[in-house]
């Protein structure tokens, strides 16, 4: 009677996991799918980023395309280095969005201290980023000078 019981109980775990890694998946396909994929295709890299900072919030373009601190950004001479934070960068490839698609940048001061917003406009899709105030100075040094 035990050993059915634990049995029982062994397999309602697995199933619960099973499902949980299947939600997970289906989540990250959701998050490629709606807003990642075309940026990634578009803008794909090799180089990597000296120095990045994970994003408080990543929203590309769609409210269901939101990555909170699940976007890692780093600043290049070429552009703005995406990468995604793990578990999600097995599925996400990195990609560089040129300077010139940077729209604002601000850093803000708020109630729980400060933060740097960045706004990116491309015929890919809009993206809006918080960081760590500590973001500020690498972006403002890799930043090319405005014309």
């Known amino acids: 009677m035990i050993a059915a019981v634990l049995i029982l109980v062994a ?13 997970w998946f289906a989540y990250t396909y959701l998050l490629w799918r709606l807003g990642w994929r075309v940026f990634a295709q578009r ?21 269901f395309a939101s990555y909170p601190f699940g976007v890692r950004l780093g600043f290049l001479p070429q552009g703005l280095h995406f990468s995604a934070a793990l578990p999600l960068g097995v599925a996400h ?6 300077w010139a698609r940077l729209r604002e940048a601000e850093l803000q001061r708020g109630p729980y201290g400060e933060r740097v917003r960045v706004m990116l406009f491309d015929e890919a899709g809009r993206v809006t980023l918080v960081l760590p105030a500590a973001a500020w100075s690498a972006l403002q040094a890799a930043r090319p000078p405005l014309r």
């Open 93 to 98: 490839a990195p990609f560089l969005l040129p």
């Open 43 to 63: 803008y794909s890299t090799d180089l990597e980023a000296p120095q990045s900072f994970i994003a408080q919030s990543a929203t590309f373009g769609h409210v």
């Open 11 to 23: 397999g309602v775990l697995v199933g619960a996991l099973l499902l949980l890694l299947a939600l």
